[in-house]
């Protein structure tokens, strides 16, 4: 049976480019970049190579990349960072931001490093910009606003020339988790208002355990992982060299081809809006599909029923990988406190279908028939 993979938001297949570019790394330029002799200077000059071609690429200086282990780490550490080093003492946040930023603002509040308030999400599950200002006015210390640039699980988009100039207005430090995003759109970090962005290689067809950390030159951080000078002294621990190639490698062929990859996978994602509305009674969309959102992603909410209670299941059972939010546990099912917070209806089974270059519309189809036979 030929699986069939809608669950790129979690994941992506490793594009072999990307594999060719990182073997030399894994067999034979094993030095370790902290080295003096050649073995270290070619694996040095190739972790530096790749941070010039990430910084090219989205309109950075190569001083302001720094590579991590991933996403989730480099939320942690500009938040912490923004916390301990930079004086902020209240955070704002959304409810709908990923577990990476969420969880990290309740250790620190429940440490009382920070406040922090949660700014409104409307019914569209965009962030109300005018809650946010409020907050912000209202806010007597030095804050930090932490709020992802496409939402993982319903896919809408924040626009962070938006948010970025509110934080301009009130001196507040912005952070955004841009690790859905980074890969699938085109940035320009000079002229765009923000101090941090994450992005993480697997999400856009590279290695899993490679990310970013973009730091904007005006902000000094402390390390958030001691132990060594690498990463310019701000993460210690040797670095993931292959894996850093593989990023930039990754990061170089998603840009190449932007224009036709993001137009085909956005029309396969209509093209399934439309099968889904055609053959299945009941359902609605979850999040801004048709407006401000991701091309990748697409939330959709089905009665439910005995037969859906079960959905992921039977369509995995059909060879067909889906997800019901983020990677969420098996088994013991919490539901999704991004669906949650935005549309908390109990009758309604949320699947997320997210979707790569390597998607077919002859796939669609067969999940709209599967979906109709499980049903």
């Known amino acids: 049976m030929n699986r069939i993979y809608f669950d790129n938001?979690?994941?992506?297949?490793?594009?072999?480019?990307?594999?060719?570019?990182m073997l030399p790394y894994l067999q034979n330029?094993?030095?370790?970049?902290?080295?003096?002799?050649?073995?270290?200077r070619e694996t040095r000059l190739a972790i530096e190579n790749a941070r010039k071609t990430v910084a090219k690429i989205l309109n950075a200086h190569p001083a302001e990349i720094f590579f991590t282990s991933g996403g989730t780490e480099s939320s942690n550490t500009a938040i912490t960072a923004s916390v301990r080093d930079?004086?902020?003492?209240?955070?704002?946040?959304?409810?709908?931001?990923?577990?990476?930023?969420l969880h990290t603002v309740e250790y620190l509040n429940n440490r009382d490093e920070a406040r922090v308030s949660y700014v409104q999400v409307l019914p569209n599950g965009h962030i109300d910009l005018q809650h946010l200002e409020e907050l912000l006015a209202a806010a007597p210390e030095k804050t930090l606003v932490t709020l992802m640039h496409a939402n993982n699980e319903i896919?809408?988009?924040?626009?962070?020339?938006?948010?970025?100039?509110?934080?301009?207005?009130?001196?507040?430090i912005f952070h955004s988790d841009t690790v859905q995003t980074v890969g699938h759109f085109p940035f320009d970090l000079r002229n765009t208002p923000v101090h941090f962005i994450t992005g993480s290689a697997h999400k856009f067809h590279g290695p899993k355990g490679a990310g970013l950390l973009y730091i904007n030159e005006n902000v000094h951080i402390k390390p958030y992982i001691h132990g060594g000078g690498q990463e310019r002294n701000m993460r210690a621990g040797t670095e993931?060299?292959?894996?850093?190639?593989?990023?930039?490698?990754?990061?170089?062929?998603a840009t190449e081809k932007y224009?036709?990859?993001?137009?085909?996978?956005?029309?396969?994602?209509?093209?399934?809006?439309?099968?889904?509305k055609k053959n299945i009674k009941g359902l609605s969309f979850n999040g801004d599909p048709m407006g401000f959102s991701n091309y990748t992603v697409l939330n959709v909410s089905f009665p439910k029923s005995e037969?859906?209670?079960?959905?992921?299941?039977?369509?995995?059972?059909?060879?067909?990988?889906?997800?019901?939010?983020?990677a969420?546990?098996?088994?013991?099912?919490?539901?999704?406190?991004?669906?949650?917070?935005?549309?908390?209806?109990?009758?309604q089974i949320p699947v997320r279908f997210s979707f790569s270059k390597y998607n077919t519309k002859e796939e669609a189809d067969v999940l709209v028939e599967k979906l109709k036979e499980v049903m």
């Open 29 to 40: 330029n094993f030095g370790n970049p902290s080295s003096i002799y050649s073995y270290g």
């Open 9 to 21: 938001a979690a994941t992506t297949a490793i594009d072999p480019q990307v594999l060719d570019a």
């Open 307 to 326: 037969k859906t209670e079960m959905l992921l299941f039977n369509l995995d059972m059909q060879g067909i990988c889906a997800s019901g939010g983020s």
């Open 328 to 347: 969420c546990t098996s088994g013991a099912q919490q539901g999704s406190h991004v669906i949650r917070a935005i549309n908390s209806n109990p009758n």
């Open 259 to 276: 224009e036709e990859e993001s137009n085909s996978i956005k029309a396969l994602k209509y093209y399934l809006i439309e099968q889904l």
């Open 155 to 172: 896919g809408n988009i924040t626009d962070l020339f938006a948010v970025g100039n509110l934080c301009k207005m009130y001196s507040a």
């Open 86 to 101: 930079l004086g902020c003492k209240h955070i704002i946040t959304s409810p709908i931001e990923h577990h990476a930023t």
């Open 240 to 253: 993931n060299v292959y894996g850093i190639v593989g990023f930039a490698k990754a990061l170089e062929l």
